[in-house]
């Protein structure tokens, strides 16, 4: 069960430099379910004799699996995201711990919002960065 770190909905307009983030580690049924859903077959994500013969040496998760992990910490906050754009820094182990973390870096005066987003492994090494722009909810206490 991942741990988020964030506080729940937020009553008011998003302010510059608040930040979440939640640790998670991503198993074989994750890894199934998200090449279930979206069809990514690559042999890198499936296929442990093809993989073998790589670099990588085991299989790695689908780079998308990662990235929408920080598709949580947006839920948290009913972020509407319009653009995402991710840097793939270093791959990703089924079993690997990961904590993906979000910053709001900019508010416009048309309400949009900027996240500076990461995800890091558990010996802290970056394995991806993003920049996500959209909407943050409002909630009513």
């Known amino acids: 069960m991942p741990t988020p770190l964030l506080p729940n909905r937020i009553p008011r307009a998003a302010r510059v430099g608040e930040k979440g983030a939640f640790t998670r580690t991503l198993t074989e049924a994750d890894a199934a379910l998200f090449i279930g859903v979206t069809w990514d077959l690559n042999p890198y994500h499936t296929d442990d004799r093809y993989v073998a013969q790589t670099p990588f040496g085991r299989r790695i998760v689908p780079g998308l699996l ?65 920049s996500i722009r959209g909407y943050p909810g409002r909630f009513e206490e």
Do not use: K, N, Q
Request: charged share 20%; proline share 2%.
């Open 66 to 130: 990662t990235a929408s992990l920080l598709t949580h910490l947006g839920g948290l906050w009913a972020f509407l995201a319009t653009e995402m754009t991710f840097e793939f820094l270093a791959p990703v182990y089924i079993g690997d711990t990961v904590t993906a973390e979000a910053e709001v870096v900019e508010v416009s005066e048309r309400g949009w919002v900027r996240l500076a987003g990461r995800v890091v492994g558990a010996d802290g090494r970056e394995v991806l960065r993003a």
